[in-house]
């Protein structure tokens, strides 16, 4: 089975999650992408990151019903200490022996990659989906820095091709908060949880 791996925040999971997940299923021919909240993202330490259950009841509300190649991981949520992918991808291969995995990002993450803890491992374990808008950093060019760091990087690259979105998880969050409207950019399971549960409320 072909599966792909799209870790992040989800604080809150939005439209342009949903696409990237979809673009990288069909570009890849992928059977299931797994959806990964952070439960301790280490990279935003600080930053008022909102409860790890809300964000991952989120993401299971923003795929439930619409996508069902999607499923939820709580895997890092139930982990205690800091979210590391690398200990993601392993434990996620350790309970689905055999299959092929993509590990799903953007530009911007991919030049960070030589900062993660063990990129080495992330690489080993898993190709790279590198979502591409096709306005980034050159275009088609990879990110100096990283490929200096991994100097066969291209060799476990696939493109994914999407389409640019402007979307942003810290603007829906102020919107959220004044009141301002977020359809169609939020899924209407997650604006529906959001009103629920009072959540980004000022």
Known sequence: ?????????????HLAHLVLAAAARRALGLERVVL????DPWRKAGSG?????DRLALTRAAVEGSSPWAEVSEI?????????????LE??????????????????A??????????????????????????????????????EAFPDLAERVDRVPIPRLDVSASELRRRL??????APLLPRGVRELIAERGLYRA
């Open 91 to 108: 434990e996620l291969q350790a309970e689905a022996a055999g299959n092929e995995w993509w590990f799903i990002l953007g530009w911007d």
């Open 1 to 13: 089975m072909r599966i792909g791996v799209l870790g992040g925040t989800f604080d809150p999971p």
């Open 177 to 182: 908060r004044d009141g301002e409207p977020t």
């Open 76 to 88: 890092e949520v139930r982990r205690p200490g800091p979210s590391y992918t690398a200990e993601t």
């Open 110 to 147: 991919l030049a960070d990659l030589p900062d993660w803890q063990r990129p080495e491992r992330i690489i080993e374990l898993a190709r790279l989906a590198l979502a591409e808008r096709g306005d980034e950093a050159g275009g088609s060019a990879l990110p100096p820095a990283t490929v």
């Open 49 to 53: 990151v909102s409860p790890a259950a």
């Open 36 to 39: 990964v909240p952070a439960g």
